[in-house]
């Protein structure tokens, strides 16, 4: 099964700031990962496609790159309604769907 | 509006049996493969088992197989997860989601507890 390993597990920053969350798979998955957000209490939402796209609806302050192993998900200007935990999702090879650990992302 | 919602989950004794249930509306449920995701206490998302739109083709992750089944109704537009054997560590909110490979659309969830 393909790994993926996301960093930080957590981090802290200021409105305003700019946060990258990171996902590394364990073999060349193409662009073939999603980004998800999950906020307290709630279900995931899907932000992020097929590494780069973005899910309508969603802010443009939310971006993706990246192919192969090495996938970045950034948020340009961290803004309060962004505190949640963020998630990376392979579809490579299926099944098994993967998740990667997730980032927890809180105000400073 | 695309909607998905979950039910019958519940406490149940280590051994026991649950079925979940997911009712669909605001899209052609038939169409669309479905997937059950599970997330433990504080933990992080787990796949657990997956469903082709006609529910010929079934998948389940390593931790679950030979125990759980997804099974649909498409006439009702509802998915099922038939679970047995119940572990400790099967304690979860269980969600379903819709898609293949991107979960679009995902249900509030319905947690499941083991505990003697």
């Known amino acids: 099964d393909i790994q993926m390993t996301q960093s930080p597990s957590s981090l802290s920053a200021s409105v305003g700031d700019r946060v990258t969350i990171t996902c590394q798979a364990s073999q060349d998955i193409s662009n073939y990962l999603h980004w998800y957000q999950q906020k307290s209490g709630k279900a995931p939402k899907l932000l992020i496609y097929?590494?780069?796209n973005l899910e309508t609806g969603v802010p443009s302050r939310f971006s993706g790159s990246g192919s192969g192993t090495d996938f970045t998900f950034t948020i340009s200007s961290l803004q309060p309604e962004d505190i949640a935990t963020y998630y990376c999702q392979q579809y490579d090879t299926l099944p098994p769907l993967t998740f990667g650990g997730g980032t927890k992302v809180e105000i400073k | 509006e695309v909607q998905l919602l979950e039910s019958g989950g519940g406490l149940v004794q280590p051994g026991g049996s649950l079925r979940l249930s997911c009712a669909a509306s605001g899209f052609t449920f038939s169409s669309y493969a479905m997937n059950w995701v599970r997330q433990a206490p504080g933990k992080g998302l787990e796949w657990v088992s997956a469903i082709s739109g006609s529910g010929l083709s079934t998948y389940y992750a390593d931790s679950v197989k030979g125990r759980f089944t997804i099974s649909r109704d498409n006439s009702k537009n509802t998915l099922y997860l038939q679970v047995n054997s119940l572990r400790a560590e099967d304690a979860a909110v269980y969600y379903c989601?819709?898609?293949?490979?991107?979960?679009?659309?995902w249900g509030q969830g319905t947690m499941v507890t083991v505990s003697s």
């Open positions: 989601a819709k898609g293949r490979n991107v979960l679009d659309i």
């Open positions: 097929d590494a780069s």
